[in-house]
C-alpha cells in the first residue's frame, strides 16, 4: 500500500480524528465520497468532552459528538485490528521512531488497514514507515 496520486478520490475511506474535527474546513473533493469513522475517533472525542474548559465548549463538544454518532455508523477496533496494530507499530521502530506517542494514531491506521480502506489524515507524519501495510491520504 502506497500513498495514492493526488486528485484520486476514492469510494470510501477512513477519517483520522484530526480531519473529522476540520470536516466542515476541507474541500469535500478532497475526502473518499463515502468517509468513514471508527470507535477510537469516538473515544477520542469524548477525551474531548472530558476536558472541556468551559460550559459553552462542554455544550458545542456534545452537539458535535451526537451529530457524528448520528451520522456514522464506527468501524470498530477488533481482534484482527489489534494484531494489525502491532504489525504497524513494528514498522514505526524499524524507522526509527517510537510508537507509543502515536498509539492511539496507529489504532485507527489499523482499523483502516484490516477493512482496506485508507487512512485520511491531516498528520501523515504520524504514519512514516508504515506505507507497506497502509493507504494514507494526506488532507
Same mark, same amino acid.
Given at each position: 500500500?502506497?500513498?495514492?496520486?493526488?486528485?484520486?478520490?476514492?469510494?470510501? !475511506?477512513?477519517?483520522?480524528?484530526?480531519?473529522? @474535527?476540520?470536516? *466542515?474546513?476541507?474541500?469535500?473533493?478532497?475526502?473518499?465520497?463515502?468517509?468513514?469513522?471508527?470507535?477510537?475517533?469516538?473515544?477520542?472525542?469524548?477525551?474531548? @468532552?472530558?476536558?472541556?474548559?468551559?460550559? *459553552?465548549?462542554?455544550?458545542?463538544?456534545? *452537539?458535535?459528538?451526537? *451529530?457524528?454518532?448520528?451520522?456514522?455508523?464506527?468501524?470498530?477496533?477488533?481482534?484482527?485490528?489489534?494484531r494489525?496494530?502491532?504489525?504497524?507499530?513494528?514498522?514505526?521502530?524499524?524507522? !526509527?521512531r517510537?510508537?507509543? =506517542?502515536?498509539?492511539?494514531?496507529?489504532? @485507527?491506521?489499523?482499523?483502516?488497514?484490516?477493512?482496506?480502506?485508507?487512512?485520511?489524515?491531516?498528520? =501523515?507524519?504520524?504514519?512514516? !514507515?508504515?506505507?507497506?501495510?497502509?493507504t494514507?491520504?494526506?488532507v
Amino acid at each position: 500500500m502506497t500513498e495514492p496520486v493526488s486528485n484520486t478520490r476514492f469510494p470510501a !475511506g477512513l477519517l483520522d480524528t484530526c480531519v473529522l @474535527i476540520d470536516l *466542515e474546513l476541507l474541500d469535500q473533493a478532497d475526502l473518499p465520497i463515502e468517509p468513514k469513522i471508527c470507535t477510537l475517533t469516538l473515544a477520542e472525542l469524548g477525551l474531548g @468532552i472530558a476536558s472541556a474548559k468551559t460550559p *459553552e465548549t462542554l455544550a458545542l463538544r456534545t *452537539e458535535r459528538m451526537l *451529530e457524528l454518532e448520528h451520522a456514522f455508523d464506527p468501524l470498530p477496533f477488533c481482534p484482527t485490528a489489534a494484531r494489525r496494530f502491532t504489525s504497524l507499530a513494528k514498522l514505526v521502530v524499524a524507522a !526509527g521512531r517510537n510508537p507509543k =506517542p502515536r498509539k492511539v494514531d496507529l489504532m @485507527i491506521a489499523a482499523i483502516a488497514s484490516v477493512n482496506d480502506l485508507p487512512l485520511y489524515t491531516r498528520n =501523515p507524519d504520524d504514519f512514516r !514507515g508504515t506505507e507497506n501495510l497502509l493507504t494514507m491520504v494526506p488532507v
